[in-house]
């Protein structure tokens, strides 16, 4: 696969996307397993708005550059004592809770290509993803109870929804370990392959879903979020329900009509049982 380097400003990710509709986002911080600061966070915020409003890209990649993490989670060396990670200005930001909901929320397929570490806040992004695909190298967990820290928003709850509440409570509380062929077992994540296979895996995973319909995945993905996301579910759901109005003539007869200064004749279309 031939990927295009898009976004030369990025200095803690990069940001590819290939001919083929598949974007790629890497976080690129090896040193500390790919910790992220509020920086990386902004610019993961900014790449994957990018690739939403890709008309060419149909499927996004988020992985971690080196081989040896995907994420580590929010770098403990910046952990500032007003409440979040501190950037240059001396602001505290848990601006990765902006980014779990703009992976939710994406109306595009995220998948989590995953080799070594998916630790804390490293960990809730690969859950986040809308598929996760690990390498044999993989290792998975919480931390938060260990390092003075939790996710109690998705990190808990959407977990829980994944591997069942008892998996769930072992995750947070005893704060263990979890190899590739473990998390599978839990549903944690969808496949595992040899280290070496682990991007051409992903990417024939990525070109399947690049062969459906995108108003099918898009719908499906709403309505998969919806059962757990409440009425910011629904409205997700519900804004695709008016897109595809939108793209029909009997939602266009009422803007025509008021557009023209006429009544709107509805007539014609159907009143389907
Ligand atoms: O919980 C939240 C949030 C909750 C709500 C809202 C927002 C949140 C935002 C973030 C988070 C969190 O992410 S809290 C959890 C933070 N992360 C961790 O507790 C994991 C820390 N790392 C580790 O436990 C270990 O590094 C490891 C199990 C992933 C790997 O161990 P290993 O193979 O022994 O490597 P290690 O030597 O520890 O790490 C390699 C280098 O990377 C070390 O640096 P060096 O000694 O070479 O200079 C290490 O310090 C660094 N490193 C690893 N992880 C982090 C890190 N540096 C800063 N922050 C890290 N998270």
Redesign the pocket.
Known sequence: IEWEECGDHFEDIRYHVSHEGIARITINRP???N?FRPQTVAEMIQALDSARHDSRVGVIILTGAGGK?FC??????IRGDYGGYRDDQGVHH?N??DFQRDLRTCPKPVVAMVAG?A????HVLHLMCDLTIAADNAVFGQ??P??G???GGFGAAYLARIVGQKKAREIWFLCRQYDAHQALDMGLINHVVAHEALERETVRWCREMLQHSPMALRCLKAALNADCDGQAGLQALAGNATMLYYMTEEGQEGRNAFNERRRPDFSRYPRNP
């Open positions: 040193d500390v397993h910790a993490a580590s989670g929010g770098d403990q060396r848990l990765v809770l570490y630790i804390g806040g490293g931390t938060g260990k390092v820290s939790f996710d």
